[in-house]
């Protein structure tokens, strides 16, 4: 999506990112699709890397992925357009990264499922400082998606009733 967005459409896909508490069909379709849209090579490169991680993990343990992840990305880009800062528009895969991290966490501590947590511990500390960095506010990052999927994915995952199984 980013080189067709980069090519073909010069960059305007970005302007359906996440405009918060406006009520348009382009904040709609950042909701749910803002996690499709980077501003650049670095920036889609960074959360790529994390996503990869944290796919691969959940993809380990999480028996409905599908359907969670359809979950975690509408659920952060909710809580991206509540609590985003007014006359902004964000865009990025942060917030579902920040999300999903979210989800395992709080599915591991409040479902007691101790491997899971230790392994979300192992991946968390291999990008600490990115975490560290995406919970600290700075001028042009959107700590709204951050900090909104994390609290997305915890709520989440703190509710979910399903057991945590190794997939085969």
């Known amino acids: 999506m980013f080189i067709i967005n980069n090519t073909?459409?010069?960059g305007l896909w970005n302007i359906f990112g996440i405009a918060?508490?406006?009520l348009d069909l382009r904040s709609l379709i950042g909701v749910f699709a803002?996690?499709?849209m980077h501003g650049n090579l670095s920036h889609i490169i960074g959360n790529t890397l994390v996503l990869l991680q944290i796919l691969f993990l959940f993809g380990l343990f999480e028996n409905n992925a599908y359907r969670t992840t359809l979950q975690l990305i509408i659920a952060s880009g909710i809580m991206t357009w509540l609590i985003g800062s007014p006359l902004s528009i964000h865009i990025g895969a942060s917030g579902l990264c920040f999300a999903m991290l979210g989800f395992m966490i709080g599915g591991a501590v409040f479902g007691r499922r101790w491997g899971y947590l230790l392994a979300c511990i192992i991946m968390g500390a291999g990008y600490w400082l990115t975490i560290k960095q995406g919970l600290m506010p700075q001028p042009g990052v959107s700590f709204a998606a951050h900090f909104g999927g994390l609290c997305a994915g915890l709520l989440i995952g703190a509710n979910s009733k399903h057991a945590y199984k190794m997939a085969k």
Do not use: A, G
């Open 8 to 10: 073909v459409m010069f």
């Open 20 to 22: 918060p508490r406006t």
């Open 34 to 36: 803002s996690w499709t």
